[in-house]
Structure formats: structure tokens, C-alpha cells
């Protein structure tokens, strides 16, 4: 038997007896012992060789051994979270209560938005996501969700941590856009009662009225339409709104305007006194919707050669954001 406690003697008396013939056996424990180096010289190279190459190739197997053992842990794991068994549904219930409407700014404890995305929504969602990762409290985390994602809205809103949902701007009409997310509307709805909050500009706030999503009780009507409109073009455009009493000009193109609602909270209004971001409760969670777009950057202003004259207006979708958020 080897002693462990008396490693050098052992290694000493060896190769004492077989200074010339020392074979790998001894080798092996010369270095696992890690206490002969004088006796290293007296083994022969191919024999050196050899037994480095074993334990290596040992070394190799034990940490491969150790990520299939960690692989197949997180593999159970999130079999867990997904099958939806009773405690995981608890896990997600409480993670999602603990953060919904308190989201913290540590950089470890960055809240959740989700950020749609489809074919009719690409430059919208990209700027929207830009807007929330940099909102200097929350910071958000960003994952994109939607039809060409790898993630449906369904299976987004059921990730512990998400605390906003964000509805960006798009081609086409509102209702053809409600076909289209209508199979996850009741999720969207029930995340936002439970203490969720939700974000719409333009298209997406036009989602938000009563005969779509059914989240603002609003009044939702295309300001280009209504009387004392700034504008009645549906082409790109800025437009003057005021933003909690003070002027400012923001990019417009064919939004909507808001009027009613209960409990309704007016953070900035059109020239004709309709409402232009307006935020309102919904259950145990909020609803914000804004016409205009404060995601706006600059090329969207190049694109089609236009000129705000105070400048891009991420201060206002901050200061929306804050709002929303409370």
C-alpha cells in the first residue's frame, strides 16, 4: 500500500531499487506525489513522455465529466421551469411580483423589457429597444420577441424578471397588426393586470384601444383626423406638441390621439388639447400610450429630410418611461 504520509521515502526507496527500469506506474506517482524530482532524471524519456500524455488525457476526461454533470443539471432545470410544474409556477409567480413596478438599477438587478418584432415593425423596434437600454434609471435588458424571433411574446412574458412589455410603431393598419399578434392578446392582457406595464407608441398605441388589445378605456382616434390637428397628412412629419405645459416638437407620422379613460394621467397633449402620451392603471398594472415618437434618432429626421428644432427627443421618452414605470 502507498503511504501518503511518507511520499518521498516511498518515491526514494523505488528508485533506489530500479534506478534503470523505473516503469510508468512510478512515473505516474512520482508526479502525482509531486516530491522526487530528484529521482526524475533516472526515468527514461519515452517513459516520461507517456505518462505526461496519461495524465493529461485524465485531466481532459475528469473536466469533460464535469460539464456533462453541469450540462444535464441545467438541462433538468430548465425542463422544470418550462413543463410548468407547481414549483416552478411559483418561482415565476414570485420573481415576476417581486419585480413588476420596483424595478431596480443595480447592474445586476436590470429589469426585463420585451421589444415586439416583425417584418412590419423593424426600424421601429430597433429604436424602441435603443430608447429602453438606455434609459439612464432602468437600463433595461432587451429581448425581442415576436413571430421572426426565436422567442413568441407568450413564452417572453413567462421569463421571471420582465417588468415591461413595448408595443413599437409599424407599416400598415392597426387591425391587420391585431390579426397578426392576436393568438397571444390574452397573455399580453394578463401580464399587465397582474402589476405588468405596457408601452404602445404609434401603432402600438393604437393597439392598445378597446377593440383591439383592450388596455386603455379610453378614447382612440388618428389625430390627422381630428379637428384643430396640427397636421392631416399621414406622411412623416414634426409636429408641435406640449409636453407637461411646456412646446416641444416631436416626429410624427399618423398617430393617434387620446381623450377619456379612467383615471387617465395627461403627460403631454396635441394643440387641440387631445391627448398625445397619456398613461392610465390596468388592473394592478399600467398602460402607456404615446402618439408621436420620442424614439426618434436622427436618422430617422436624415431619411426623410427633416428638422426638429429642439434637437432628438429621448429626454421625453425617459421622462415617459420614469412615468410609466411608477
Known sequence: MISRTEPKVFCEQRASERPHIMNIQWVVILLLQ???????????PHARVFAIF??????????????????????????????????????????????????????????????????????????????LEKDPRYKFKIIMVGPDQSMSVTEGLRIPGVTLYAQPGGDGDYRTAYRAERAWVSDIRNFVKRGGRYLGICMGAYLAASDAFNLFSGRVQQYIKTTGASTTSAKDTVIPILWRGKQRFMYFQDGAAFSGGSNTTMIATYTNGLGAAVT???????????????????????????????????????????????
Open 34 to 44: 509531486g516530491d522526487c524530482s530528484g529521482k526524475w532524471t533516472q526515468v527514461k
Open 54 to 131: 496519461l495524465l493529461c488525457l485524465l485531466g481532459v476526461l475528469v473536466v469533460r465529466a464535469g460539464a456533462i454533470s453541469t450540462q444535464a443539471v441545467l438541462t433538468q432545470a430548465n425542463t422544470v421551469y418550462r413543463t410548468g410544474t407547481p414549483m416552478a409556477q411559483n418561482l415565476r409567480q414570485t420573481t415576476v411580483t417581486k419585480t413588476q413596478g420596483s424595478a431596480g438599477t443595480n447592474g445586476n438587478d436590470r429589469p426585463i423589457a420585451l421589444v415586439y418584432h416583425d417584418a412590419s415593425t423593424d426600424c421601429c423596434s430597433q429604436a424602441l429597444a435603443t430608447l
Open 280 to 326: 392610465a392603471p390596468y388592473g394592478k398594472g399600467k398602460v402607456g400610450v404615446v402618439g408621436p415618437h420620442p424614439e426618434a434618432d436622427q436618422h430617422w429626421y436624415i431619411t426623410y429630410n427633416l428638422t426638429d428644432p429642439d434637437g432628438p427627443d429621448a429626454d421625453l421618452g425617459y421622462d415617459f418611461i420614469e412615468a410609466l414605470m411608477q
